[in-house]
């Protein structure tokens, strides 16, 4: 067993590896993705297990929502880690003919990577893959509040990886204070909004740059051209992943007026279809990670009008898909990120009056609009400031190697997923080169009448 380092050691063991040149070869990086797929594979009972012990997800849903997307970024990191990798050569000035330049790619170095419990095994090996297609060094700060999941994790990699390499860490409030306060080449945080201020704060010290993916009120827009059945079926379906515990949940919809009722009696429907019987009882059916979750969401119920649901389960700590009619602006509920299977509806007139409602709050990290008239809905998409979203669906944005993901203002900074994630973790270096067969007198002095054609040219 490899001796526990302290974090300061352990930093300073990864930079003397990455100095030595290993990580930056193609064929290291292809290989050290290769048994990561392998492994993903070797321990996916344990993985799913694990997930299932921490937040009662089915391994259907473990493998659909973290392992089975952990498999595709792979894929498309071997599939295309060649292009990404290219030196790209760009025109040179005129002012400096005959000139070329090149732009050359290197990992960054030495990386922080800071995972939330919601969807631990997705959330850190994710931008860990990205951190590895770029030829970085890696620590994981794995979340405590998903102790079974971060149990596993921590073995599987601390057997088949070198320290010096990729190492683990429990997230203890303690030893993520040393980690933050120490220079990593970047720190890629998922997580609220207010501990990503702290992890903002502690980088800037050392002017780590960071990337923030945190979360926020993703609203759901709903018109009355829209599929009403469908669009209910796809709402629920997405704010029922993790019993609404991911951050691109829908989190309130916005229904013009017209077809309220109509969706709140569509949403009731498919959430007894789709999560039939109690849900204490209920495999399919995932629970509030901890009791003090647990109760937080309880409480957002209290004083609402509930429109369907409301059960509440400690004992499982299992809370049933709720609807909640026109909560006011200044409730909790509508403050708050949920983080939770509770759905306000609140009804507008028109996509003006929701853009308005949408647009006088901090921009969101996700954004759904269900509508008939995908030519508008395209238009409408382009209208309003978010991180990423659908258009007649919800949640399933996130899963293309091909669409960047990250949040814009309060919901985050910077992306990842496939080609953004590998340009997360690399520093595009710029050479211009030029030929030494020629050097044109214009730009030495004496400079004599030169402006005006220097005027020209560089325009």
């Not at 709903?222 to 989190?251: F, H, S, Y």
């Not at 004599?448 to 325009?459: A, E, I, P």
Request: net charge positive; with cysteine; charged share 20%.
């Amino acid at each position: 067993m490899p001796a526990i380092l302290t974090e300061e050691a352990l930093l300073a063991r990864q930079k003397t590896f990455f100095a030595s040149g290993e990580t930056r070869s193609l064929s290291f990086r292809r290989s050290q993705l290769e048994r990561l797929s392998a492994l993903l594979r070797q321990w996916e009972p344990r993985l799913l297990q694990a997930l299932q012990q921490d937040l009662g997800k089915a391994p259907f849903e473990g493998y659909a929502t973290e392992l089975g997307l952990l498999h595709g970024e792979i894929r498309a990191a071997l599939r295309s880690l060649r292009r990404w990798n290219a030196p790209r050569r760009v025109p040179g000035p005129i002012l400096q003919f005959p000139s070329r330049g090149w732009r050359y790619p290197e990992p960054l170095g030495c990386v922080l990577i800071v995972s939330p419990w919601n969807y631990p095994v997705q959330l850190t090996l994710a931008p860990l893959i990205s951190a590895m297609a770029a030829g970085c060094c890696a620590i994981l700060s794995l979340p405590t509040d998903a102790p079974c999941t971060a149990a596993v994790l921590s073995e599987m990699l601390g057997k088949n990886f070198p320290q010096e390499y990729l190492a683990c860490r429990m997230g203890t409030i303690p030893a993520n204070t040393i980690l933050f306060s120490l220079p990593f080449d970047r720190i890629f945080f998922t997580g609220s909004p207010r501990v990503g201020k702290i992890v903002l704060a502690a980088a800037a010290r050392n002017l780590t740059p960071v990337t923030l993916e945190l979360g926020g009120k993703s609203p759901c827009i709903v018109m009355e051209d829209a599929d009403i059945p469908l669009a209910a079926r796809r709402i629920i379906w997405g704010k029922g992943l993790n019993a609404g515990q991911t951050c691109v949940a829908p989190d309130y919809i916005l229904v013009q007026q017209g077809v309220k009722d109509a969706l709140v009696q569509a949403i009731a429907a498919e959430a007894g279809r789709l999560y039939r019987g109690p849900v204490s009882d209920n495999p399919d059916y995932p629970r509030m990670v901890n009791s003090r979750h647990f109760a937080r969401v309880q409480s957002l119920i209290a004083g609402q009008k509930v429109l369907f649901g409301g059960f509440c389960d400690a004992g499982t700590l299992k809370i049933e898909l709720t609807a909640l009619d026109a909560p006011s602006p200044d409730s909790a509920v509508m403050q708050e990120e949920i983080f939770g299977p509770l759905l306000p509806v609140i009804p507008v007139a028109d996509f003006a009056e929701a853009a308005r409602f949408v647009q006088a709050r901090p921009k969101p990290l996700a954004c759904y609009l269900f509508t008939g008239n995908l030519r508008w809905g395209r238009r409408a998409m382009r209208q309003l400031s978010y991180g990423g979203g659908c258009l007649n669906d919800t949640v399933v944005h996130l899963t293309s190697p091909r669409l960047p993901f990250g949040g814009v203002g309060n919901s985050g900074m910077g992306a990842c997923h496939g080609e953004a994630g590998f340009q997360t973790f690399t520093h595009w270096k710029s050479v211009l080169e030029r030929s030494v067969l020629l050097d044109l007198p214009f730009r030495y002095p004496p400079y004599g009448g030169r402006l005006s054609l220097l005027k020209k040219l560089m325009r």
